[in-house]
Nanobody, 115 residues
Framework: QVQLVESGGGLVQPGGSLRLSCAAS????????MGWYRQSPGKQRELVAT???????NYADSVKGRFTISRDNTKSAVYLQMNSLTPEDTAVYYC?????????WGQGAQVTVSS
């Protein structure tokens, strides 16, 4: 059984913060690179942030300095702390696991930034 489940999405005002969580099965999480991606209507799915099994991170330029990705290996969970949110951050956010030839995706969590 392979499963990724996102939570923590919702509606937030510009300048606000949200924290997304991704609960992963051991199969999806172990020695995997974990990542967050997002997709807005009419746009391609794009990288937000990734973190390797050793804790090395990288971020899209558009979120650098505002978002932080982290992982808890004891809980098989990945998090995305999002600060200083703008309407351009509105999207469905997806959790991804990748190792070797395999990749797994969650169902997505809606994040809406609006007044």
């Amino acid at each position: 059984q392979v499963q990724l489940v996102e939570s923590g999405g919702g509606l937030v005002q510009p300048g606000g913060s949200l924290r997304l969580s991704c609960a992963a099965s051991e199969t999806a999480f172990r020695i995997s690179t974990m990542g967050w991606y997002r997709q807005s209507p009419g746009k391609q799915r794009e990288l937000v942030a990734t973190i390797t099994s050793l804790g090395i991170t990288n971020y899209a330029d558009s979120v650098k300095g505002r978002f932080t990705i982290s992982r808890d290996n004891t809980k098989s969970a990945v998090y995305l702390q999002m600060n200083s949110l703008t309407p351009e951050d509105t999207a469905v956010y997806y959790c991804r696991s990748a190792r070797g030839k395999y990749e797994y995706w969650g169902q997505g969590a809606q994040v809406t930034v609006s007044s």
